[in-house]
Each structure stands twice: as structure tokens, then as C-alpha cells.
């Protein structure tokens, strides 16, 4: 598997440099295309209020330039932000549910990159929701930075795989081969709590090491019992590894009313001072 493309969201906060800066190097270091996805938020279909229409209707075209016009701005920063590091590149301007515009788009990349929830930026609730939905709908490997400044010089040099032998972890380890192979440093981390015994039909994470080898990316492998909530013993560990990337499984089900996520998946996508690779 290769990054022949690579999918950014862009929105109008301040964290999106972040991710888009990172993206952008990602893109540089593995030859690909660079995406940037812009939902305007504005309803699909609307255009110019016809002559003679309502108060109402003139009310939500003009809001609807609005927010095209401000998703114009956003393209523009973004190609301004990028034109040094990436030699491929556009943007799209999708109207409609901002989730659909992302997943939809994203599903023509390999990689998918959004920002983390920011519950103090001045957005609404669909936006603080955006990473997890897009994850539990893409079917893409996505990639959540969070807006930490430390980020923006990340060179995911550093990776630490959460591995539990299951379906998700296994699509997520999957997802990470191009950035696994670019890596100095990958430790498999086979996380339990005390005094629970491992599942003997989970793949020993030796067998996986062995695995990554023979596709060229050495890794050493770590087995912890914990106390600790699997998040919090998971992202301890990131911080003592000085990890530059986490990769572990998004757990959760999609749903057309309603998205539901594991707890360790969201404990860790809301504290995670790390980028998280997760795949569902």
C-alpha cells in the first residue's frame, strides 16, 4: 500500500494550520496528491434568491454566499499554506452535511486527515463531532491531529501500535503500513487489564512482529498488564515512549441517527496529545 493520495478537511479555526501543515509534509515525503476538503456548510442546492422572493428565502441565500465565500477564503489559505511542500495538490468546495462531504471525498484518498474536537473553539456540535463520524464512516484510515503547537513539527518518527488482535486494529495497523515504513522507531503494545487473561484467540503480537519484518519495518513488542483504564494506561505509555503517532482500532457502530463509539476510543480521541491513526 502506497499514500498515492492524501485527504485533508479544512475549515476556518485556527488548529486546521496544524493539520494542514502536516499533511502537506506527508504528502512531500511520500509523493502524493494533496486533497483539501472545504464543506461550506451551506445547504446543498441553494443559489441566488430569484427575483421577488420572500424575506425568507432571500435570508438563507444570502447566508449561503456567506459561507461559500468564507470556504473561498479557506482554499485559498491552503493552497498559500502548501504551495512550498507539496507539488500536487487541490481543493474542493462541497455544500451539504460536512460529514458527507468529507467521507465521500476521503474515500478517493488513502489517508484521511481531520482535526480533533476543540470543545472550547466557537463551533457547533456537528463540528466538535466531525473527526469521530468521519472515522466511524469513512472506511478509510484517518488520521486525528490534535491542535497541540508541538504537533505541527511532528515528524511521526516515533509510532506506537495498540494491538488487541481485533478486526479494527488489525484494518488500523493496515492503514499505517506507508507511515510504519517511514518510521525509526514502531512498538506493538499488547495492553490488558489485571487481572483479566489474555483471550487465547487474539494473534500473539510476536506473530505480527514478524510479520511487519518481513514487509521490512522492525518492531519491538512491549506486553503490559495494567490497573489503569485501558485509555489512560494507553496514552501513559505513548507519553513515556515519546511516541509521534498512536495507532489503535476506532471502536464504535455507525449508524444513520446516531453514532455510538467505545469508550477507550473516545476517552482517547478527546485526550490524546498525539496525532492518532484509527480505522473502523
Known amino acids: ?88 495538490s487541490d481543493a474542493r468546495l462541497v455544500d451539504g452535511d460536512p460529514v458527507q462531504a468529507v467521507v465521500h471525498h476521503g474515500r478517493a484518498s488513502d489517508l484521511i486527515v481531520v482535526g480533533q474536537a476543540d470543545e472550547a473553539a466557537a463551533v457547533c456540535e456537528a463540528a466538535n463531532r466531525l473527526p469521530e463520524d468521519v472515522m466511524l464512516n469513512a472506511g478509510r484510515p484517518v488520521l486525528i491531529v490534535p491542535s497541540a503547537v508541538r504537533c505541527a513539527s511532528a515528524d511521526l518518527d516515533r509510532i506506537l501500535v495498540a494491538w488487541d488482535g481485533s478486526r479494527e486494529a488489525a484494518m488500523s495497523l493496515r492503514g499505517a503500513m506507508p507511515l510504519l515504513r517511514s518510521a525509526t522507531h514502531v512498538t506493538l503494545l499488547s495492553l490488558r487489564r489485571e487481572p483479566a487473561a489474555a483471550s487465547p484467540q487474539a494473534p500473539d503480537p510476536e506473530d505480527l512482529s514478524g510479520w511487519l519484518l518481513r514487509h521490512g519495518i522492525q518492531a519491538s513488542v512491549e506486553r503490559m498488564v495494567t490497573p489503569l483504564r485501558i485509555a489512560e494506561a494507553l496514552l501513559d505509555r505513548a507519553e513515556v515512549l515519546a511516541s509521534d503517532l498512536l495507532v489503535m482500532g476506532g471502536y464504535g457502530h455507525a449508524r444513520v441517527q446516531q453514532q455510538l463509539l467505545g469508550g477507550v476510543t473516545r476517552e482517547v480521541l478527546m485526550r490524546s496529545g498525539v496525532p492518532l491513526l484509527m480505522a473502523h
Open 1 to 88: 500500500m502506497m499514500l498515492s493520495t492524501i485527504s485533508v478537511h479544512l475549515d476556518h479555526t485556527e488548529c486546521c494550520e496544524v493539520r494542514t501543515r502536516l499533511a502537506a509534509r506527508l504528502a512531500r515525503l511520500h509523493g502524493s496528491h494533496l486533497m483539501g476538503i472545504v464543506p461550506t456548510w451551506a445547504p446543498a442546492g441553494t443559489g441566488p434568491a430569484p427575483r421577488g422572493s420572500g424575506d425568507l428565502d432571500r435570508t438563507i441565500a444570502e447566508a449561503s454566499l456567506h459561507l461559500r465565500r468564507r470556504a473561498e477564503t479557506v482554499a485559498h489559505v491552503f493552497h498559500s499554506r502548501i504551495r512550498p511542500a507539496a507539488s500536487s
